[in-house]
């Protein structure tokens, strides 16, 4: 018969199942952290009607969309989380909550180009908070505190969550007369450490027309530095008419306040005032999370303040503060570099060998170690023993127990402690209260 | 503006968060099951090249598919988990240690006619242990034990696993002569209830020109019932001249005898001598489940021996069985009939409340519960006592602290239960002693 290749879409991560066990870790991980402080699941489809899904899409995202028709209907996969909310909101919005405090963990679609490292089916990890009519600013400190335990569980300690403001960045732009211009200017201004200051200065002068005092302004603005709390004394010290940047470092000040009283430490965050994420969807708070050893793999976990969630959908003003983890990038990442290992290759703790032909006896014992919640598995082939512990070499699996004629008799069961290499004797009951520690 | 109506697509499920917790709890409980007995996850791509998916599909399936193009591919969703289990193990052959126990839980896509109960989008639960060339009989034992265990866990006990081995309807139908009419057959004989013996028979003798002694024996397989004992041994004591049909009663009577021995009690399986499922996939063992007081909703949990995963992709025999569950489906059945509900509107343990504006206090204890994982929020608007007590109420939180100027000084808090409406008054440390409890 003609066999057909058994071969997996590229751009589609497919892990062998050491590596699917600690990927569903980091998955429960952050599951377990977002309900820590008392997220709600929501799990919304795959597909959905392109007219909904679409309403305010548009530019870049739509090349990537996974589109079809099936019968009437023209549907796309959700190419992230945050439609799909603002969908569930709004037609939910009688039988929710409010402030909703949802995570949602699920996979996504864009049909970028494959390329090492990027997926086109990919697992994100959102939390959102979604106030009706308002949001405390409070929240725009507890989301960055969320993604801080979250990260500390993975094992990670070594990142910083770069905060923003983006009422800073836009009433600079707005006081500078600049504002329609403001994407093109932060573009600029982050390439600052390539081309110079002198360069940037040129192309604000000669591309922008703007003028000295804005230009000198924005120069200013881009030299404050220092620990957050000098940041926060001349960002207010900073002397700008214009009531959209003050409000924004009044927000900002008060972040800092309630991040730290979530006892975030002061190495894991900053105030970074060159990010800006996605110009015309984020109003306020901005973030941006990154390995401090690897910066050049950009953020793995970013996010912000909107204003109007749902304003495709609705009437209601439905503003929001969340973030965003991409676990599928973030797993290749911390594997690729060495952050984490996969080296448990079963979810067995257990292996129950037999040496006679009736197995009554490991299946029994087996029984016993499940009832005690003891992931185990029992050894059916009729094998060689050799090949029995082979079986419980290549899948890791840390104890065996050995049944011959003598544990029968004696009803001293053989435990073996795979990576110590020792063996002990001693009854069933003493092997539950030694796995169970 | 003009809106668009946030609407999700029909048979698509989508759940309010409570249901979801719900729904969250059973998919957690069967993982823990499965996990139990040792089976190690994968999970597949839901978008696979349709060359691959539908390598082995056909008929039926087709016109269910979710098929679409994306630039030169041709791309398929998944519409079930074994198709992509059959590819992983032969594109991973030789990195996968056989026995292979695998686990899948995801959603698959079949693009079936709308109607109440049915879905689109549906997880399917499935377990498989696929072996290198051989397979031992105590698998398909142990995959109804798996079972067991799994609907006991999701607090069903009502339920019967019904058992039959292919061999046996196969070799009595090649005995009759009639092996290329066994699906009508079936059929017909699904029907005995409706129709009456007597219809039947002139069935058999005038579409299917059997002989007389050929009805007969089928007439005589058909009467067989009693017990689980009674029925082997009258399948043992059956006259017929068929390896088939005698490979298949003493496959029947091992997986009975090693059922037992993991202690499936005799109430929750049962030999079921018509149940066959697809016919040219199984080759031995079939599974099929029934809740008892509910059997017309048909089938919960079903499965089976194939004798080939893989044929369409590799030369290498792997012999397999498994069951799935399609928890869709089977969440939409027990929440309607009421046999789950969906009573938990919260993720948290704890809501804390501050009487006074400053929240440090409050997050400050927010922060004590959390580090002993207790799931927690904390009420961040500043609004009146009675609209915080209602969030609690609405997200029916178990337990209330409520921190005032007098709780700030004497570090004793109030801790309301808000199931029994008492409340006492107690320090952190003791909260959270009783929390944990």
């Known amino acids: 018969m003609n066999k057909v290749q058994p071969k997996t879409l590229s751009g589609f991560m497919e892990l062998l199942p050491n590596e699917q066990v600690l990927f569903n870790q980091m998955q429960d991980k952050i599951r377990a952290s977002y309900e820590k402080f008392g997220f709600l699941p929501i799990d919304t489809p ?13 530019g870049e995202t739509e090349k990537q969309l996974y589109n079809f028709t099936k019968g009437d209907n023209n549907l796309t996969l959700r190419f992230d989380l945050t439609v799909p909310l603002a969908k569930y909101v709004a037609e939910y919005y009688n039988e929710i909550t409010f ?3 949802r ?3 699920g996979k996504v679609y864009r049909g970028e180009r494959a390329q090492r490292g990027r997926f086109r089916e990919f697992y994100q990890c959102d939390i959102d908070i979604i106030g009706d009519e308002n ?6 400190a507890e989301i960055p505190a969320v993604m801080y335990e979250t990260f500390k569980s993975l094992g990670l300690d070594n990142f910083t969550i770069h905060i923003n403001n983006r009422k800073i960045l836009n009433g600079l732009f707005e006081a500078a007369d600049v504002k329609e211009k403001s994407v093109d200017i932060m573009r600029t201004i982050d390439k600052i450490e390539k081309i110079g200051k002198e360069t940037v200065i040129a192309i604000f002068k000669d591309d922008y027309n703007m003028s000295e005092e804005s230009i000198n302004k924005i120069v200013e603005f881009i030299k404050i530095n220092g620990t957050t709390d000098q940041m926060l004394q001349k960002l207010e010290d900073f002397e700008i008419d214009n009531e959209l940047f003050n409000a924004g470092v009044s927000e900002l000040k008060e972040v800092v306040k309630y991040i730290r009283l979530f006892n975030v430490p002061e190495e894991a965050f900053k105030i970074d005032l060159s990010i800006a994420r996605g110009l015309d969807y984020y109003t306020g708070t901005v973030y941006e999370t990154f390995l401090n050893n690897y910066k050049s793999i950009g953020s793995i976990c970013s996010g912000g303040r909107y204003n109007d969630l749902a304003g495709y959908y609705t009437d209601k003003k439905l ?6 983890i991409g676990l599928t990038r973030l797993f290749f990442i911390l594997n690729d570099i060495g952050l984490i290992k996969a080296d448990k290759n079963s979810i067995s703790d257990v292996l129950v060998i037999s040496m006679v032909e009736d197995l009554s006896k490991a299946i ?10 003891i992931n185990t598995e029992i050894y059916f082939d009729n ?3 050799k090949s029995k512990f082979k079986y419980a070499d290549r899948l890791k699996i840390p104890y065996v127990i050995v049944i011959g004629e003598d544990e029968i008799k004696s009803g001293l069961l053989t435990i073996k402690d795979m990576n110590k290499g020792t063996q002990e004797q001693m009854p069933i009951e003493e092997i539950i209260k030694k ?3």
């Open 46 to 58: 795959v597909i959905e009607s392109s007219e909904v899904l679409l309403a305010k899409a548009g």
């Open 103 to 105: 995570y949602q963990i």
């Open 435 to 437: 796995l169970i520690k």
């Open 99 to 101: 402030p909703f405090r």
């Open 383 to 385: 094998k060689k023993i």
């Open 135 to 140: 949001l405390n600013i409070i929240n725009d």
């Open 364 to 373: 029994e014992i087996a029984n016993e170690l499940r009832n005690a919640n």
């Open 319 to 324: 503003p929001g503060v969340g973030m965003s």
